[in-house]
């Protein structure tokens, strides 16, 4: 079956712009994660989704990120007015969603901020 | 607060050889997983192996196994008969479980592989 997919791949944007980032997990699976991956700060944890649940937000690093998972499947992630900090591979994963079960994930999306 | 130390940031293995990358963890939680991942150059992050906290026997997953020694909060990866495709970044993670409410994954810095023909 297909896995994690992300769009796009690579965003170039100007510093100020919004941009949305897109996360389509494996079918089934009921968590999904938002991470960050940087040079100067490696692996973070952004966001997670599971179920019905209210997401946990605890590692985005600003009112500047947001994101959504629509019907339970779907997940976007939005940062408003970009800053070139901003500038990560952003990855996306799901899981079956119990803590024993490894996570999947998606290609990510590079992310430049001009 | 919940920590992941690999202190190797590079290695190089001979090829056909075993290699050991190190992983320490620091939590005062009793539940928990360690997990491995590989990352190519391709960038993407592909899961390797997986060990809970309660798990008595070390886990293994073909040429790769994992050397937990919870006392010493330690769980290395090792990967036997290295092969030239082996040459990627390694990340050992923490996935704390209380209640279900929890789920993300705690990576650490990465070890660069690096097998030699």
């Known amino acids: 079956g297909a896995g994690v997919s992300q769009s796009p791949s690579n965003k170039v944007t100007e510093k100020g712009k919004d941009v949305e980032l897109r996360c389509d997990p494996i079918s089934g699976h009921t968590a999904l994660y938002w991470y960050r991956q940087s040079l100067g700060q490696g692996l973070e944890f952004l966001i997670y989704?599971?179920?019905?649940?209210?997401?946990?937000k605890s590692g985005l690093p600003s009112d500047r990120f947001s994101a959504e998972r629509t019907g339970g499947s779907v997940s976007t992630l939005t940062i408003q007015r970009t800053q070139q900090e901003d500038s990560a591979v952003y990855l996306c994963?799901?899981?079956?969603?119990?803590?024993?079960?490894?996570?999947?994930f998606g290609p990510g999306t590079r992310l430049t901020v001009l | 607060a919940q920590k992941i130390t690999q202190t190797q940031p590079g290695m190089f293995v001979q090829e056909k050889e075993a290699v050991t990358l190190d992983c320490t963890y620091d939590t005062s939680d009793q539940s928990y997983g360690l997990f491995w991942y590989k990352q190519p150059s391709s960038g993407e992050m592909i899961f390797l192996i997986y060990?809970?906290?309660?798990?008595?026997q070390n886990a293994t997953e073909g040429r790769y196994s994992l050397n937990f020694q919870k006392a010493r909060k330690s769980a290395n990866l090792v990967i036997s008969a290295s092969q030239l495709g082996d040459s990627a970044m390694y990340f050992c993670?923490?996935?704390?479980?209380?209640?279900?409410?929890?789920?993300?994954?705690?990576f650490g810095k990465g070890t660069k592989l690096s097998v030699k023909p």
């Open positions: 994963a799901s899981s079956l969603g119990t803590e024993y079960n490894e996570q999947f």
């Open positions: 989704f599971q179920g019905n649940s209210a997401p946990d």
């Open positions: 060990q809970g906290s309660y798990d008595e």
């Open positions: 993670a923490m996935r704390l479980n209380y209640g279900g409410s929890q789920g993300n994954l705690i």
